[in-house]
């Protein structure tokens, strides 16, 4: 059974960063994309990019080509996503989403001071 | 970026009642394999998003098929047909035809 399992949620002061990890089980992430969606009430869902975890090879959605930086551990069947110089706006669910319908169950970041 | 607007933003429906909801886009969602790339999820309160339709109408496993997906190009609608309580949620449309993937404003489907 595929499953995507998100780490737990994180609280960060502005100006930082974060990283968040979706462990893949069922499959090998090398086998499908791995895309990282973001999600706010207020704003619907966002698509934020996606890693090959076979080469390492990304793509970005424009306004998050330097939020966000997409990494892969294959050894660990695992995803990563760092978010950098955190605002209130980046407090926001962070979904890990494989192709074939396929989600992890988010993860809330909350930045505060 | 492709524009995907979703109407109503809300609707009230009693259980076992019939709701549409429409998705238009800014461009064509026919890509260059001829398939059109449309697709419908549901996020329940506190979860995560469940992708019911792809591809504009087919049925992801599981999904009943009180659910049906039409259209074509850049109109495109989601039938529920006899709602039941499960069913509530936001409905968001998607399209991966272009690049980058955007998805609908939402559509929050709540009891009447």
């Known amino acids: 059974e595929v499953q995507l399992q998100q780490s737990g949620p994180e609280l960060r002061r502005p100006g930082s960063s974060v990283k968040l990890s979706c462990k893949a089980s069922?499959?090998?992430?090398?086998?499908?994309?791995m895309h990282w969606v973001k999600h706010r009430p207020e704003h619907g869902l966002e698509w934020i990019g996606w890693?090959?975890?076979?080469?390492?090879?990304?793509k970005y959605a424009q306004k998050f080509q330097s939020k966000a930086t997409l990494t892969a551990d294959t050894s660990s069947n695992t995803a990563y996503m760092q978010l950098s110089s955190l605002t209130s706006e980046d407090t926001a669910t962070y979904f890990c989403a494989r192709p074939g319908g396929y989600w992890g169950q988010g993860v809330m970041v909350t930045v505060s001071s | 970026d492709v524009v995907m607007t979703q109407t109503p933003p809300s609707l009230s429906v009693a259980i076992g009642q019939s709701v549409s909801i429409s998705c238009k886009s800014s461009?064509?969602?026919?890509?260059?394999?001829?398939?059109?790339?449309l697709h419908w999820l549901l996020q329940s309160s506190g979860r995560s998003p469940k992708r019911l339709i792809y591809q504009v109408s087919n049925l992801d496993s599981g999904v009943p098929d009180r659910f049906s997906g039409t259209g074509s190009q850049k109109d495109f609608t989601l039938k529920i047909s006899r709602v039941e309580a499960k069913d509530l949620g936001v409905y968001y449309c998607a399209q991966t035809t272009h690049f980058p993937p955007t998805f609908g404003g939402g559509t929050k489907l709540e009891l009447k």
């Open positions: 461009q064509s969602l026919v890509y260059s394999d001829g398939k059109t790339y």
């Open positions: 890693i090959d975890p076979e080469d390492g090879e990304t």
């Open positions: 069922g499959y090998s992430i090398t086998d499908y994309l």
